[in-house]
């Protein structure tokens, strides 16, 4: 009989606060975010269009990693960090 290991991503929680205990440093997920609000995040300018949509990548205790030009990026970016990315909506 074959034994298959397959890492299983963590159910999605019910609470932001379940959500920022589960999985510290293991668990992103990524939020869409117009240029105007990154701008304010990070706390520089970035050329960008104000209503640019950018796409956050944040660990699950709402710090946040990096910014992407694509949700896909911003998903490819979790996993160059060895981070699950879901989706907690």
């Given at each position: 009989m074959?034994?298959?290991?397959?890492?299983r991503l963590p159910q999605i929680?019910?609470?932001e606060i379940a959500l920022a205990n589960?999985?510290?440093g293991e668990v992103a997920y990524v939020r869409?975010?117009?240029a105007q609000e990154v701008e304010q995040l990070i706390g520089q300018?970035?050329?960008?269009d104000p209503a640019t949509p950018l796409y956050c990548l944040y660990l699950a205790d709402g710090t946040p990693?990096?910014?992407s030009d694509?949700?896909?990026a911003a998903?490819?970016?979790a996993f160059e960090h060895d981070l699950a990315a879901i989706n907690p909506n």
């Open positions: 074959t034994d298959h290991k397959t890492k929680p019910e609470s589960m999985g510290m869409e975010l117009p300018k970035i050329d960008a990693v990096s910014v694509s949700r896909e998903i490819a970016n």
